[in-house]
């Protein structure tokens, strides 16, 4: 049993490490070849699109964890296949939405950036929503199988798939580096949501019916996993586009090339992130609290000491690195200063990664809400002032700021999570 269960964290870590790093690699390739301006042009098409995904479409896939979990253990077959059918219709609902508003913007979108060259990326990228539909319920799917490594596996295959559609496309230019993403992407969504549906159809039978009593519950869950979904995306998303409304679509580049090191840490969490969703929201079901807060304490330490020795190093290394992987071109410029700044925000993040798996846990999404609000109301107003004085260090400094807050912000609801839930004696694993 330990056996197994360590070969399927193992593939789940590579798995999840390779869906980053894939990507990662494309990006590098993609802001060689397009240079900071091209390659901020790019930035802005795709974060428009994935900001507008995460905005507007509704996060079911949460819940479909959560309450799958609840269904499954207690055999209400007809239920878990009711919730799966509601959360695919909304989930396809959101993402068309998305895409329109993405395609409505696209004639608008030089004047906003203040570029040239936007409307047809923009037009291409409206198209990323709807590819992303099968993705996020086959993999709630996989997962509430147990079969995280399966999960991990179809998330590395999409990656690749994504990476390879970008690094060609970057060699025609802009447009064609979104149209190689959006290529990629429908063939990961079909492969990954073709799994799931065999999995699906490997469940107990059952007509579906009515979720009677938890109707309500799950709606208020899935309400405030979107809106803390939608809070989340500000990191990622909001920042290099608020940029772009102050600055140039080089200094977007800069940005976008100095948020490696936060990509790069946010991949080292993956694994730990997609096994403590899984393993964690059972116990939470079955009463064992202990087990619960017991692993966050084991993660949290043992990432802290990691990033005690590691961030020193590369914080020492961080120009070179930066000319090294991204050329001359982004050398001696706010590259490397941002991403120094980044740099410490994404240690800390790492720290605090669990804090995207523990709402789902313990079924409170409410509390990423608040630390996610919190964050995003200091790090808007930061990024347009700081971004507008000192264009991409600016915009860092606002990143790692907003970080420091929220990292406060849920080691405060942590405490008061565990006073309402005081754990007995640690179960053995």
């Given at each position: 049993m330990q056996t197994r269960l360590l070969w399927r964290r193992s593939i789940t870590a590579l798995g999840l490490y390779g869906s980053v790093a894939l990507p990662v690699l494309a990006g590098v390739v993609a802001a060689r070849h397009l240079g900071p301006a091209r390659y901020g042009l790019l930035t802005l098409a795709?974060?428009?699109?994935?900001?507008?995904?995460?905005?507007?479409?509704?996060?079911?896939?949460?819940?479909?964890?959560?309450?799958?979990?609840?269904?499954?253990?207690?055999?209400?077959?007809?239920?878990?296949?009711?919730?799966?059918?509601?959360?695919?219709?909304?989930?396809?609902?959101?993402?068309?939405?998305?895409?329109?508003?993405?395609?409505?913007?696209?004639?608008?979108a030089d004047a906003i950036f203040n570029s040239h060259g936007l409307r047809d990326p923009f037009l291409l990228s409206a198209l990323l929503p709807i590819t992303y539909i099968p993705e996020a319920p086959a993999g709630a799917a996989l997962v509430l199988t147990g079969r995280y490594d399966v999960r991990a596996a179809y998330s590395l295959l999409t990656a690749g798939l994504r990476a390879a559609g970008l690094v060609v496309g970057a060699q025609h230019g802009v447009t064609t580096a979104v149209l190689g993403v959006v290529a990629g992407q429908v063939a990961g969504s079909l492969a990954v949501g073709s799994a799931a549906v065999r999995v699906f159809n490997g469940f107990p039978a059952g007509e579906p019916e009515s979720l009677a009593e938890d109707r309500g519950e799950i709606k208020q869950f899935v309400i405030r996993s979107t809106i803390g979904s939608g809070l989340a995306s500000v990191r990622s998303y909001v920042a290099p586009l608020l940029l772009g409304m102050v600055s140039v679509p080089a200094q977007v580049g800069f940005f976008r090339a100095a948020q490696a090191p936060m990509t790069g840490l946010t991949a080292l969490g993956g694994p730990a992130r997609l096994i403590l969703v899984t393993e964690q929201t059972r116990d939470w079901e079955a009463g064992a609290f202990a087990r619960v807060f017991a692993g966050l304490r084991r993660y949290s330490l043992g990432a802290l000491g990691l990033m005690v020795v590691a961030v020193p190093l590369f914080y020492w290394w961080m120009p070179t690195l930066i000319r090294v992987v991204f050329t001359d071109k982004y050398a001696h410029n706010p590259a490397e200063h941002a991403a120094r700044v980044i740099l410490i925000a994404g240690a800390i993040s790492f720290v605090f990664a669990w804090t995207k798996s523990l709402p789902v846990s313990v079924g409170k999404p409410g509390l990423r809400i608040l630390a996610e609000g919190v964050q995003t109301v200091v790090l808007l107003p930061l990024v347009l002032v700081l971004g507008w004085y000192w264009d991409a260090t600016g915009a860092a400094a606002g990143v790692l700021i907003s970080t420091v807050v929220f990292a406060a912000v849920w080691l405060v609801s942590l405490v008061r999570l565990r006073r309402d839930h005081p754990p007995a004696e640690v179960l053995p694993s």
């Open positions: 795709v974060a428009a699109a994935g900001f507008l995904q995460l905005l507007l479409d509704l996060t079911v896939e949460e819940a479909m964890i959560k309450y799958g979990f609840r269904y499954s253990t207690s055999g209400h077959w007809g239920r878990l296949r009711r919730l799966y059918r509601r959360a695919v219709e909304l989930k396809t609902l959101g993402a068309i939405v998305a895409g329109a508003v993405v395609a409505l913007l696209a004639p608008f």
